[in-house]
């Protein structure tokens, strides 16, 4: 708007977006590699800035495209003065996903956006079936996940809310977690991976005793049986057997409470 008063052009300035136009989204991560299993996760931080000098309300929105599965599509805070919020996001595909590129995009404000890349990738063809198999369990603690024990990732230190499973009968035995295969399959090795890092070490916190069972006319049979465990990785080996499951039936564990494993391998026979 323009008003002449004395003879001078007068200008005023274009109006400020409102607080709440102004926020910023950003993702610490450009792209996330993910492999197309059921259990595995690409994960991401989204980022809403606010710049401006007023506290507000604001939204970021998450649009994915394709096939991708989001923990969330909306985050809403509260954002003092200059304040950054950072919201996990975490990012699944089903199982046999085409490998390929798709994105997200992040909105907020009236103009802010980004992009996180999702690159989808062949799982991993090492033999072990596991990572294609779908697991269940006869319990949970909290947010523990059974799909923590075939997502690939055999890191205990970071097992409490990513990548181990935790059951929810403390003291109280058996506990168990199965793996359904997608198709009978010829298999002679189990690797169990139990709670094993530097601050929770396998012997003191990690799984003791547990029977290897597959599914055999109808029930379970045990192939394999490990007693007075004190390791992390534990290998057990069988007779060749064509099986549509397999089962860790847990009986123990080192300080007598939960029964905790990160990872479970099973692998064709050789
Ligand atoms: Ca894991």
């Given amino acids: 708007m323009a008003l002449v008063i004395g003879g001078f052009m007068i200008t005023a300035p274009p109006a400020a977006a409102a607080p709440v136009d102004r926020l910023q989204v950003s993702a610490d991560l450009e792209s996330v590699d993910l492999a197309a299993l059921d259990c595995a996760t690409a994960r991401f931080t989204l980022r809403l800035h606010n710049p401006t000098r007023q506290a507000?309300?604001?939204?970021a929105?998450?649009?994915e495209d394709g096939p991708?599965?989001?923990?969330?599509?909306?985050v809403s805070s509260y954002l003092p003065a200059g304040f950054t919020l950072e919201a996990p996001i975490t990012v699944t595909v089903p199982y046999g996903t085409d490998p390929a590129s798709y994105p997200i995009k992040l909105t907020a404000g009236s103009s802010s956006s980004a992009e996180v890349s999702v690159e989808v990738v062949p799982p991993p063809d090492n033999g072990n079936v596991a990572l294609s198999a779908t697991p269940a369990m006869s319990s949970r603690h909290g947010r523990f996940s059974v799909c923590g024990t075939n997502d690939g990732d055999t890191d205990s230190n970071h097992w409490a809310t990513f990548t181990g499973w935790n059951d929810a009968t403390s003291r109280a035995w058996p506990d168990w977690v199965s793996y359904q295969l997608v198709e009978p399959t010829e298999i002679d090795r189990v690797v169990l991976y139990t709670?094993?890092?530097?601050?929770?070490?396998?012997?003191r916190y990690g799984l003791s005793d547990w029977d290897v069972q597959v599914w055999r006319d109808g029930d379970w049979a045990t192939v394999a049986e490990v007693r007075g465990n004190k390791q992390g990785v534990v290998t057990s080996t069988f007779p060749a057997e064509t099986t549509s499951a397999v089962r860790i039936l847990c009986w123990g564990n080192n300080n007598g409470d939960y029964s905790r494993i990160i990872e479970t391998e099973i692998y064709l026979a050789r």
């Fill in 61 to 63: 929105w998450l649009a």
């Fill in 195 to 203: 709670l094993d890092s530097a601050a929770e070490p396998a012997s």
């Fill in 68 to 74: 991708l599965q989001l923990s969330r599509k909306l």
């Fill in 56 to 59: 507000v309300y604001g939204d």
